[in-house]
C-alpha cells in the first residue's frame, strides 16, 4: 500500500483558541455513531446539555448550530467544551480528523489537509522552498488485480510528474498551468486507450521539450472577461451563502463594479491588479501543489483525471478574482493573513459544495469552458 501526502502535513499542529478562524463554525458537524452512543451515556448537567444540543431527527447525527452558526459546544475564547469537560479522546471523529482528509483506492491513498485550515495555508505559505511529496510504502497484500495496481501507479505518476512542473520555477505560473494542462490531457488518452507508459510523462519531464511545447503552443493571451464570465458563473453556481459573510462581501463588490463600469474600464484596471500577484508566485506555487493533490486524488476514483485541471483552473481563477476584488475594494494590495483568509474561506466553500462538481462540469461544457483552448484563455 502506498500513501502520498505532501511532508509538511506531518508538522501540522492545531492552534485552537489562536486560530484566526474556527473550523467549528459555518458548517454541519456530524458526530460518530460511536461518539453519539457515548454522548448519550453522559450524565449531570453537561450530559443534558449534550442531549439538548444534538439533532438526532436525521442521519447522521449532529450538532445543533447557534443563531451565529457556531457550535454550541465552542466556547467564547474559540476553545472546545467538549474537549475541556470529557477529554479529547470523546471528540467525533470529524471533530479529531479536520483537517485531515483521505482518498483511498485499492492500493494507494492520497492524503492532505485541507487548506480551508487557516493555519495549514499559513504554515504552506511561510516556506520559500518547494512543498514535497511524501510517498511511503507499508507492506499489505495486494488486494486488487495488477490492472488496478497498474493504473494506480500511472495515477500517482501523472500527479508527481504535475507537481515537479507546478514546481519548475523556470516557467511562469501561467506557463506551468498550461504545461499541466496539456500534460493531464495526453494521460486521460492513455488511460483511455488503456496504455500506461510513461511516455508523456517522460516528455514531460524533460525541460528542453517543455521549453518546446511552450513555444510551440503560442499560448493565447489571457482573456480577463472570460475571467469574468467565468468567476459569475462559479458564484452562481456554488451559491455563496451567509455561512460566507466575507466571501459574499468580495463578491458583491464585484457585481457592483461588473455593473458600474465599462469593458475597458475592467480591463484596463484588472490587468494591473492580476500582473500585480505575480509577486505572489511562491503562494501560487504552494496552492497549485496543494490543489494537484486534492484533484488528483479527487478525479482519479472517477478515471477521468484532465478534469482534475479543470477543477485547479476553476480554483485558481475563482482566487484571483476574489483577491482582485478584495484589492479593488480595499484599495492597495491585501496582506499575508487576508490572502490566508481568502484561501481558507474559498476551500471551505469548495468542500461544502462538492457534490455539485459533476453539475459545475456540466456548466462549463455547457458554456465551452471546459476545453484546453478555453482553459488558456482563462489562466
Ligand atoms: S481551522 Fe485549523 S487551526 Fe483552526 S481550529 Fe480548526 S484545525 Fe485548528
Redesign the pocket.
Known amino acids: 500500500m502506498k500513501n502520498v501526502t505532501l511532508s509538511i502535513c506531518e508538522e501540522f499542529h492545531?492552534?485552537?483558541g489562536d486560530?484566526p478562524?474556527?473550523?467549528c463554525a459555518g458548517w454541519k458537524i456530524n458526530i460518530d455513531k460511536a461518539t453519539d452512543a457515548y454522548y448519550q451515556s453522559v450524565t449531570g448537567d453537561f450530559g443534558e446539555l449534550l442531549q439538548s444540543k444534538i439533532d438526532r431527527s436525521s442521519e447522521p447525527h449532529h450538532f445543533i448550530m447557534d443563531k451565529n452558526l457556531r457550535c454550541p459546544f465552542l466556547r467564547e475564547d474559540n476553545l472546545c467544551s467538549i474537549y475541556r469537560n470529557l477529554g479529547e479522546d470523546k471528540l467525533s471523529e470529524t471533530c479529531t480528523q479536520?483537517?485531515r482528509g483521505q482518498l483511498k483506492m485499492t492500493n494507494l491513498v492520497f492524503s492532505y489537509l485541507s487548506f480551508a485550515?487557516?493555519?495549514?495555508v499559513r504554515m504552506a505559505f511561510s516556506s520559500k522552498d518547494p512543498l514535497s511529496l511524501s510517498v511511503t510504502e507499508t507492506e499489505s497484500t495486494p488486494t486488487a488485480p495488477s490492472q488496478n495496481s497498474a493504473l494506480e501507479d500511472f495515477y500517482l505518476e501523472s500527479l508527481m510528474v504535475g507537481i515537479s512542473i507546478a514546481q519548475n520555477r523556470s516557467f511562469s505560473i501561467r506557463e506551468r498551468l498550461a504545461l499541466c494542462i496539456l500534460y493531464y490531457q495526453q494521460q486521460q488518452h492513455a488511460i483511455d486507450y488503456g496504455t500506461f507508459s510513461s511516455e508523456y510523462s517522460t516528455l514531460f519531464s524533460n525541460q528542453e521539450i517543455c521549453h518546446q511545447l511552450i513555444s510551440a503552443e503560442s499560448l493565447p493571451a489571457s482573456d480577463i472577461l472570460l475571467r469574468l464570465r467565468l468567476f459569475r458563473l462559479i458564484c452562481l453556481s456554488i451559491k455563496i451563502g451567509t455561512e460566507e459573510p466575507h466571501l459574499m462581501q468580495i463578491y458583491n463588490a464585484f457585481l457592483s463594479i461588473y455593473q458600474q463600469h465599462d469593458t475597458n474600464w475592467l480591463i484596463d484596471n484588472l490587468e494591473d491588479i492580476f500582473s500585480s500577484f505575480h509577486d505572489l508566485d511562491i503562494e501560487s506555487e504552494h496552492l497549485l501543489v496543494y490543489l494537484y493533490l486534492r484533484y488528483t486524488a479527487c478525479c482519479s476514483s472517477t478515471g477521468v483525471i484532465a478534469s482534475a485541471m479543470i477543477f485547479i483552473v476553476v480554483f485558481y481563477v475563482s482566487y484571483q478574482c476574489f483577491l482582485a476584488f478584495a484589492t479593488l475594494e480595499k484599495g492597495s494590495s491585501l496582506d499575508q493573513n487576508e490572502r490566508i483568509r481568502i484561501i481558507s474561506r474559498l476551500s471551505r466553500l469548495y468542500e461544502h459544495n462538492s457534490a455539485e462538481f459533476p453539475n459545475l462540469l456540466q456548466l462549463l461544457m455547457e458554456h465551452d469552458l471546459d476545453r484546453p483552448e478555453s482553459l488558456f484563455q482563462l489562466i
Not at 485550515?117 to 495549514?120: G, L
Open positions: 492545531c492552534i485552537g486560530c478562524d474556527t473550523c479536520f483537517p485550515c487557516p493555519e495549514m
